[in-house]
């Protein structure tokens, strides 16, 4: 088992500070002299002892998918980053993790490998001293070449984007420079793209048909209570399928509301909010289902968690088992007597040394995650092995190959072979079942529900080796799950669906979050809402899959007006130029009298000038007074043309801000906010749901010419505005969580 290097505080680790006055390429060696300075000091419970400098993969060793492959490299024809840029990769990977404490590695790896071929391309050389902005520009090329799915070349242009801010505060480079990512997110897809995406994300229903028929039939193969009680719990609150892994034997909660009405909730570890959390059960006919669940694992698992009590406090002792030999910790074992404890079996024709240094000590060899204790006892027995396969030693009454012993240069006793049995067959964090995180509560496999031996549930989980019951594993695990539901095109593995005679069925775990996402959507609940039970940090409407029907019969339903208003008539209003009251484009307040409206060439424009001249001095798309009517194609045509007019001064901005032109920065963020905001209004209007006439209102920046003199005058602080509008934004993540435990308190 690999450990984690025995550091309790994080204080010794420092930043690095650059020299003002050395150049680049001396500021690039400190800092990979840095990092490799800090590497060995490690965080506790994220980077482990048996990581090295040199190593080409830090995967192991607590860098979760960190390989230093290159751009573009395969199985096939495996790829490396080459020096000297893969020293920086290393170091810059090393801030990241063990200083900044950041788990998130593989984007910044990936655009790292984009950044080392637009450098090669560009400068014919790997020295990362010599970046410039048109280096980041051709990374980006490559970027949306080799990554080609969603939004991916976007992520991995923001990272670098960081990767570049990170360069610059370090003085990693020869000259200094400021940039901006071109790549922006895709836009919304057509309708057609969006069904075909919800048949893919959602699970269908006979798939959910048949699990439920599975589950409730009697079952007697313990993969499937695994498989069918993990697929239970997914569909009773919205989780990912490693979150399982951190799901207690005592689960349950259950509370009363102030109605007195008794409800379940899961307590719930969130993956990326890395705490503790009470789901509750999203239906009450739900509660019976995971009550049920719950009662088919515990026969289960209770003798797999009992078993990884006793490891955790017998660190010292070899786990007991039937035919271990009789001997003390430190009394010597013979081959036979190894073998015995190890549980490998010895025929009558078959070595005892060959047999433990084939299915024991080879293995070993292979293992890059050793503790230093592991890897000198395995050096003892290597460099205790006679070359010359020792000197035979036969012994009286025992006839053949079971005769012979040899006289190598060490002693095996059950003290030396329990510290790499736990090494090879226990899990890299046990005694928990995942790993460490900041502020993560952890589970340990002895309280952990789905804890079973390893092997225990070898049968359909398409595992090429099945290890010894020494260790302890996860029942639910993703690949085993990803197998039983259908997922995996091998026809040695027969599937659930195959098992118990339904074909032609599969489901991705992940499509139970979708599906229990996109349920809540349907009941009228926030998306903070759901962000919050769903365990998100971020805004999940991606998980949103509601038709477009559905969405337009929901904006009806909360908005009657919508059904009898003539919207063809406004369209032809405006494309004949002919006059528009007020009542024409937004609903009147009681006792407000009809005015008229204007028309800008890409609107219309509701301001009263009779009150005050324009505030925003023509300015349109900054303005809130703005509506862009659907169909319209000639006003269409001219906001096109406004974007492109943006994009091209954006451009020119972009190339001053990396020659450093002082306030080109400012214009940048100006802009993009611009040309975000012109894009948006293009695709809205073009959308097939929006119905010809209608009017699109535009978002108001804060800014307005009254504003701007007061704040000159000093008579309004500049914060004025910002605190205003931050007022009217949605509440955080972190308030809607304390208003649920508020609720559920």
């Avoid at 910044?108 to 950044?115: F, G, H, Q």
């Avoid at 290597?382 to 035979?392: A, E």
């Avoid at 072979?417 to 005694?431: A, G």
């Avoid at 070898?458 to 302890?472: D, W």
Wanted: with cysteine.
């Amino acid at each position: 088992m690999t450990k984690p290097f025995d550091s309790s505080s994080t204080d010794h680790i420092v930043d690095f500070k650059p020299k003002s006055h050395r150049d680049a390429e001396v500021q690039l060696e400190a800092f990979v002299q840095w990092a490799k300075q800090t590497l060995p000091k490690g965080i506790p419970n994220r980077v482990y002892e048996s990581i090295r400098w040199q190593d080409r993969s830090w995967h192991k060793h607590g860098f979760t998918s960190c390989s230093f492959t290159a751009l573009g490299s395969t199985i096939a024809a495996p790829k490396t980053m080459q020096p000297p840029f893969i020293e920086f990769a290393k170091a810059i990977l090393v801030y990241r993790r063990v200083y900044s404490q950041k788990k998130s590695l593989q984007t910044w790896l990936s655009a790292m490998k984009a950044l080392e071929a637009a450098l090669v391309d560009l400068t014919g050389s790997r020295d990362v001293t010599r970046v410039t902005a048109a280096v980041c520009n051709k990374a980006c090329e490559h970027m949306n070449r080799h990554w080609t799915k969603g939004a991916v070349p976007y992520q991995h242009s923001k990272a670098l984007v960081q990767i570049i801010a990170l360069m610059r505060a370090k003085k990693l480079l020869r000259t200094d420079f400021r940039w901006s990512s071109p790549l922006t997110k895709d836009s919304r897809r057509t309708l057609e793209q969006q069904k075909v995406d919800r048949e893919q994300k959602l699970p269908s229903r006979e798939a959910i048909k048949a699990l439920g028929e599975i589950f409730n039939n009697e079952m007697t193969r313990p993969l499937d209570i695994v498989v069918t009680s993990a697929c239970a719990l997914l569909l009773s609150a919205p989780s990912r399928v490693g979150e399982l892994a951190d799901v207690e034997l005592d689960c349950l909660v259950f509370k009363e509301s102030a109605s007195g009405h008794r409800r379940m909730f899961l307590r719930w570890y969130a993956e990326k909010k890395n705490q503790v959390t009470l789901k509750p059960v999203i239906r009450p006919e739900m509660e019976p289902v995971v009550e049920r669940a719950i009662v088919l694992l515990k026969p289960l698992t209770d003798e797999a968690r009992a078993y990884a009590a006793w490891l955790e406090d017998h660190p010292d002792e070899f786990p007991q088992h039937k035919g271990l030999p009789s001997k003390g910790p430190d009394e010597s074992l013979t081959y036979t007597e190894a073998c015995a404890a190890l549980q490998i079996k010895v025929g009558e024709t078959s070595s005892p040394r060959s047999l433990f240094k084939m299915y024991f000590v080879r293995p070993l060899k292979k293992l890059e995650t050793l503790s230093p204790a592991a890897r000198t006892i395995l050096a003892e027995i290597l460099d205790g092995w006679d070359s010359s396969r020792g000197r035979s030693i036969r012994f009286r009454g025992k006839p053949g190959i079971q005769g012979v012993e040899f006289d190598d240069r060490f002693v095996l006793t059950l003290r030396k072979l329990n510290v790499l049995l736990r090494e090879r067959y226990l899990p890299k964090d046990f005694p928990y079942t995942t790993p460490y995180t900041d502020g993560k509560a952890r589970v340990k496999y002895r309280d952990a529900l789905f804890t079973v031996r390893t092997g225990a549930l070898a049968e359909g989980s398409g595992a090429a080796l099945v290890k010894r019951g020494f260790g302890v594993e996860i029942a639910a695990d993703p690949n085993r799950m990803s197998a039983q539901l259908g997922n995996w095109k091998n026809p040695a593995v027969k599937n659930l669906f195959e098992h118990h005679g339904y074909h032609n069925l599969r489901v991705n775990t992940h499509a139970f979050r979708h599906e229990l996402n996109t349920e809540m959507h349907r009941a009228g609940l926030s998306q903070l809402l759901i962000d919050a039970f769903s365990g998100r940090t971020t805004m999940g409407s991606v998980y949103n899959h509601e038709t477009i029907e559905e969405r337009a019969q929901r904006v009806a339903t909360y908005h009657p007006k919508i059904k009898s208003s003539n919207a063809s008539q406004t369209l032809d209003k405006v494309r004949t130029n002919q006059p528009l009251s007020l009542g024409d484009v937004k609903d009147l307040r009681e006792g407000e009298q009809d005015r008229i409206i204007h028309q800008t060439h890409i609107g219309v424009c509701v301001h009263d000038f009779a009150s005050e001249p324009c505030p925003k001095m023509g300015a349109c798309l900054d303005c809130g007074r703005l509506g862009c009517v659907k169909g319209d194609d000639v006003k269409l045509g001219n906001l096109k043309e406004e974007r492109d007019d943006i994009k091209l001064r954006l451009d020119k901005a972009l190339g001053a801000m990396s020659r450093g032109v002082c306030g080109a920065c400012e214009w940048v963020k100006r802009l993009e906010k611009k040309l975000y905001k012109c894009e948006a209004l293009i695709e809205t209007l073009e959308n097939p749901e929006l119905e010809n006439g209608a009017i699109v209102w535009n978002a108001d920046n804060g800014w307005t010419l009254t504003k701007n003199a007061v704040i000159m005058s000093r008579q309004m602080d500049v914060n004025f505005i910002d605190e205003s509008r931050a007022q009217e934004a949605l509440p955080s993540l972190d308030d809607v969580s304390a208003l649920l435990n508020e609720i559920e308190g």
